[in-house]
Every structure is written in structure tokens, then in C-alpha cells.
């Protein structure tokens, strides 16, 4: 690691380049040991030029004539970015737009290494560094080593190299010339609020269509940390939304959550240690699923309707007993903080600290999925006053709070996430773009310390290798260049208006319908699932039939009313443990306001007459 004092932030390396924009590599102080090992220098580029059929075409940095050569490194249109007055201060969307307009343009082209510290404001380095995790990794991830032809890209910085080296293909046999995509947009996302952002394939060269992100770089490979352009944008909305309390943290983009679910338990989990991981009592299914064929033994931990008990957390770590449970004592939490799934739990601050200090007692690492984070919505009031929900205590003083009207606002509103407590770099973050924008991009990316971001590059490149290309591009220009930071935020802002909408749709219809003597429900606080439990107690057959058969006598039922509800028995954590008691997970994400209330309205029928109770 080459060690460059402080003050060099944003230092920029300037190389001239063939058609005379100069041009600059941003570098600081955690990007050096990166850019070092990749390439300084831009590649000979060539000058636009008009093909035969009359039709213009730019090569540049996406040039097919050059290729492979386009191959370059990251860097920024202007010189002496040096930015000074920030420092310090919390990092905001008019800060992001000023650095960004004195770094001048993002210059990625084809394959281009990038990683965050390229993009993280320069008071993200003033911590101190996340502890090594060298003691978890498992063999399989210790083994990994870089993906050689990845590698390869960094001799590219050799001016005049011809590379008959990688295997991209030349863009000019990419059949795609130009992709358009109308959006809704800001202020209303709706109606007249209308925008279409457009990707031709040598806007680069071209400087059109914003000009930093086309499609003869985001049709060929890429690497698997992902696009500089997209890990631009999540790198600053990390910063934005978490500010994690130390400084080598960074990003990578990930193919969802479910992917990089797969990989962190493999980086941490070895079935041939006997290593365990713990999460919530009533976890979600796919998790669960992960870890089974890995052979990783899942412990739940008990739950109250705000999820986690930290409680419950310290008592199995502090009397594990690996002979008795056939395990090593678990160093990995996997847990869904946010509308979790399938309780519709969220952990208040307060909550995750006690979680978060508990995993410190225990030296466990946390695997923080939060694709729901920003589906936090307003409190839940409009139960009439003469009908108080179970769990009334719990809500006995909620109030209404006014609705977040700035971005400031609504990030000032939203729960600290783990993140940003995580003082030790003991946390993996995941977001998703699956439910807030679309599931189908297959898009999302981790946050972690650099070691562990690096294990899981390492891992990508030899398995997905990273997101789709067309993904990345189409999820750039929305996020980024029609949208921008402001855009995205107000569209969660839009979105966890229409969720409270539906929230409170589904209870409207919970407490018109169902019978409240043996079914009841904590108002989900964030997401979009609504648990609902069924006193299995009161059931006239309770002595004598066990939950699940109850679980499924209900099931049955309502599938023949017309309704899917979801057993809370396929989400237990430990299947071979009786469950503690009688649940049905419902989802107020999809159905029509109308089909909610008569799939509710179902449901209490099923248990009705499941319980033997009079109709209503
Ligand atoms: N994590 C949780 C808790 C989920 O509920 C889901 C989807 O239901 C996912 C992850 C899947 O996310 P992705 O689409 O990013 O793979």
C-alpha cells in the first residue's frame, strides 16, 4: 500500500489523451493501492468518425476499432478537485452535486476498475479502520484469488498496447443500438410528471445522452464490483443514508440480495467447521433454503413485534453448548432489521443498538438485509378508538407525525440502520433495487469493509460475475442521470405513501373481518407483510391436534375460499422444533384495495370456522 499524506484527497493524475481533453485521474488516499494495481493512463482513443452509410458513429472509449483497448481506468473530467470546505460535514444530495460538478465528468470506459473510495466525500476517511475478519472467512473464500483475465486490464495502461489479449467482443458487432425508457418523475411520479431517458451506443464519444455511461460499455464485460457509473451513485447514497462510523468501508453491486446472500454464507460459513448462524425465530424461507444445502445449521432467535430479542440473542450465545447443539457457537447473525419477512417486524433504534452491542459481546458478524429499509411508513392511527388492536400497549402512543415534506426530512425520519452504528466494520449491508424499483433488474449491491467487499469480488468474478450490463445501464439512467439522488429519495418518499396506503387498507379490513378473539396482529411498521396469529389455544381441537395441523386444516380452507395466506411453519428458522404457536404471513404489496379486503374477509371465514365461532 502506498501511503499518501492526508491532504491528497481528490489529488488528481492528469494524462493527456489523443484527441486533447484533458483528462484526470481522481485518486485518494484508499484508492491508490487499487488504481496502482490497475492502470493510470487512458488509452489511445480515435476520433469520431462517419460510417459509410451516413450514419454518424463516434469511437472513443468505447471504440470498437481500439478494442480491447477501450479497457481503461476510472477517472474525472477537471482537474484540482480538491475539496476542501466540506470536510466534516455530513455529506448531503447539494454536496454530492457540488463534488461531482468540480470533479467534472465520470470517465469509466469498457471494464474499467473503479471501487468507492474513488467516490466517498473525503470526511469518510476520518475514522478509524473496521477490524480484520481473517478468523471467519472460510477456507473456500481464504483460497480465492483474483480472476486472472479480469486482471489482464491492467497492462492496458501500456500507451500504444494492442491487445490481442481479453475477450470482449467489438461493440460494432452488438446488435443494440439504442435503448429509450419512459419514467415517472418528480414532483408527483404520476400523471403529466413524465421523463424518458435515452442510451445510444457510443454516447460516450459522442458526448450525448449525458455521455458518461453507453452501451458499447455496458453491453461488454464489466467487472464484477460492477459499473463505475452505477457504484458511483450507490457509493454516495450509502454515504447519504448511512455515513458508516468508519473509514474503509466500501461497496460492490450485487445480482440482488438472494445472490449475495448465497456468497456471504459461504465467505463465513464452513460446513466442515460445524459453523451455525442465528437469525430471527420466523425467518425469511429463501434464507433458510440458502443455508440448508450448505449444510449451515440456522438457530432462531426469539421475537417480539419488534423482531430481535437481544435478550433471547445473548442467553443462547452465552450458554451455547456445542456438543449439545451440534454446532460451533454461531459468529454470523443474519437478520432483516426493516419489515422483516415474514413477521412485518421492525427493530426500532433503540433495538438495533442492543442487537448491535450484543453482537460486539459475542464477536459476531452481522449479515444486515434491509431490501424493505425504505419502505418505512407513517405510523399506524386510524384504528377506531372503541376497537384498540391486541398489542394495544404497544401502541397505546402512537401518534400521528407529519409527513416528511424535504429528503432531509425523510432521512432524518427513517431508523438508524446497522450500518450506521457499525463502529467495527462488522456488518455486511444488503439493499436491493428488487422492491423499491424492480425486482427483475437483479440489481443491488453490499456494503461492507474493504477486506470483506474484496473476498466477495473475488467470489463474483468466478460466479455471476457481477450484475447484468443492460441492468446497470438502465438502473444508472434512472437512479442517476433522470432521477438523480434528490429523484430517487423523493420516489421512496412517493413509495412508503402508497405502502402506508395499503398497510392501512389490509387493517381496515383485519378489523372489519376477522375475528378478534383469536386472531390478532401488531400494524407493520415498515414492508409489506401483515402476521397474523391464530391462538391456537382457543381452537376446540387444540387438545388433541397438533399446531400444524391446525396451520394446514386453516391453509386448506382458505385455499378453497379463494385465498392464499402463507403457514408461518414454513419460515421457522429450526424445523425440527414444535412451533411456538400459530401464524399466517399476508401481503398487502399487490392486491387491489378491493380484493384485500374480500381475500381478509376469506381468511376470517377459514378461521372461523376452523374455531367453531358464529359468523359475523
Ligand atoms: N431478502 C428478503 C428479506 C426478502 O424478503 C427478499 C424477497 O422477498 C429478498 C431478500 C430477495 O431480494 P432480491 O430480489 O434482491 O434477491
Same mark, same amino acid.
Given at each position: ?188 411520479? /404520476? $400523471?403529466? =410528471?413524465?421523463?424518458?431517458?435515452? &442510451?445510444? #451506443?457510443?454516447? *460516450? ?5 449525458? @455521455? ?105 450465545? /452465552? $450458554?451455547? =453448548?456445542?456438543?449439545?447443539?451440534? &454446532?460451533? #457457537?454461531?459468529? *454470523? ?5 426493516? @419489515? ?277
Amino acid at each position: 500500500m502506498i501511503n499518501i499524506p492526508r491532504l491528497t484527497f481528490y489529488r488528481q493524475i492528469h494524462v493527456q489523451n489523443t484527441i486533447g481533453i484533458k483528462r484526470g485521474i481522481s485518486c485518494n488516499r484508499m484508492a491508490t493501492s487499487t488504481l496502482s494495481s490497475v492502470s493510470h493512463v487512458h488509452q489511445t482513443q480515435t476520433q469520431p468518425h462517419i460510417l459509410t452509410n451516413g450514419s454518424t458513429r463516434s469511437f472513443s472509449a468505447s471504440s470498437p476499432s481500439q478494442q480491447p483497448s477501450n479497457v481503461g481506468n476510472v477517472g474525472f473530467a477537471e482537474q484540482d478537485t480538491i475539496i476542501g470546505k466540506q470536510a466534516h460535514e455530513p455529506l448531503t444530495v447539494d454536496g454530492i452535486k457540488a463534488r461531482r460538478a468540480k470533479a467534472g465528468k465520470l470517465i469509466a470506459p469498457t471494464a474499467s476498475y473503479s471501487d468507492s473510495d474513488m467516490f466517498k466525500s473525503p470526511q469518510a476517511f476520518d475514522k478509524p479502520k473496521a477490524k480484520r475478519w481473517d478468523h471467519l472467512l472460510t477456507e473456500e473464500s481464504r483460497a480465492r484469488k483474483p480472476c486472472a483475465l479480469k486482471q489482464a486490464a491492467k497492462h492496458l495502461k501500456k500507451p500504444g498496447l494492442i491487445s490481442l489479449g481479453g475477450g470482449l467482443p467489438s461493440a460494432s458487432n452488438f446488435p443494440i443500438d439504442h435503448l429509450s425508457m419512459h419514467v415517472p418523475a418528480p414532483p408527483s411520479f /404520476e $400523471g403529466g =410528471d413524465a421523463a424518458t431517458a435515452e &442510451a445510444g #451506443k457510443y454516447d *460516450v464519444a459522442k458526448d450525448e445522452n449525458g @455521455g458518461v455511461y453507453d452501451l458499447a460499455i455496458a453491453l461488454n464485460y464489466g467487472q464484477s464490483i460492477g459499473s463505475a457509473q452505477l457504484l458511483r451513485w450507490v457509493t454516495e447514497h450509502a454515504e447519504l443514508a448511512h455515513a458508516p462510523p468508519y473509514a474503509d468501508w466500501r461497496c460492490a453491486l450485487t445480482i440482488g440480495s438472494t445472490g449475495a446472500l448465497e456468497q456471504a454464507f459461504r465467505m463465513f460459513c464452513d460446513k466442515g467447521r460445524g459453523d451455525a448462524v442465528l437469525t430471527e425465530e420466523y425467518s425469511f424461507s429463501t434464507a433458510l433454503e440458502t443455508a440448508a444445502p450448505l449444510g449451515i445449521k440456522v438457530f432462531g432467535v426469539k421475537m417480539d413485534g419488534q423482531g430481535l430479542l437481544p435478550e433471547s440473542m445473548d442467553e443462547i450465545l /452465552e $450458554g451455547w =453448548d456445542e456438543e449439545a447443539r451440534g &454446532a460451533r #457457537k454461531p459468529a *454470523v447473525l443474519y437478520t432483516v432489521p426493516s @419489515g422483516q419477512n415474514p413477521t412485518g417486524a421492525t427493530q426500532s433504534a433503540e433495538r438495533r443498538r442492543e442487537v448491535y452491542d450484543v453482537c460486539r459481546k459475542h464477536d459476531v458478524y452481522i449479515i444486515e438485509d434491509e431490501p424493505y429499509y425504505f419502505l418505512q411508513m407513517q405510523p399506524y392511527t386510524s384504528h377506531p378508538p372503541s376497537n384498540p388492536p391486541p398489542h394495544s400497549d404497544e401502541r397505546a402512543e402512537v401518534k400521528p407525525i407529519p409527513h416528511p415534506e424535504t429528503v432531509e426530512q425523510f432521512l432524518k425520519q427513517l431508523i438508524p440502520s446497522l450500518l450506521s452504528m457499525d463502529v467495527d466494520g462488522r456488518v455486511m449491508r444488503m439493499d436491493s433495487f428488487s422492491k423499491v424499483v424492480v425486482p427483475g433488474s437483479r440489481t443491488g449491491w453490499i456494503t461492507a469493509s474493504e477486506q470483506i467487499v474484496e473476498r466477495y469480488i473475488r467470489h463474483a468474478e468466478c460466479c455471476s460475475q457481477g450484475p447484468s450490463g443492460i441492468s446497470q445501464i438502465l438502473m444508472y439512467k434512472l437512479v442517476d442521470e433522470t432521477w438523480g439522488h434528490e429523484g430517487y429519495l423523493r420516489w421512496l418518499m412517493h413509495l412508503r405513501l402508497e405502502y402506508t396506503r395499503r398497510r392501512n387498507t389490509i387493517l381496515a379490513a383485519c378489523e372489519e373481518y376477522l375475528p378478534r378473539e383469536v386472531v390478532s396482529w401488531v400494524p407493520p411498521a415498515a414492508g409489506m407483510f401483515l402476521w397474523l396469529r391464530v391462538d391456537h389455544t382457543q381452537h376446540p381441537q387444540a387438545s388433541t391436534k397438533s399446531i400444524l395441523e391446525i396451520e394446514e386444516d386453516i391453509f386448506n380452507s382458505c385455499i378453497d375460499k379463494g385465498v392464499l395466506a402463507i403457514r408461518g411453519s414454513w419460515f421457522r428458522a429450526e424445523q425440527d422444533v414444535p412451533p411456538s404457536g400459530l401464524f399466517f404471513r399476508t401481503t398487502f404489496a399487490a392486491a387491489s384495495e378491493d380484493d384485500m379486503a374480500r381475500a381478509i374477509e376469506r381468511f376470517g371465514a377459514a378461521v372461523r370456522e376452523s374455531f367453531r365461532l358464529a359468523s359475523d
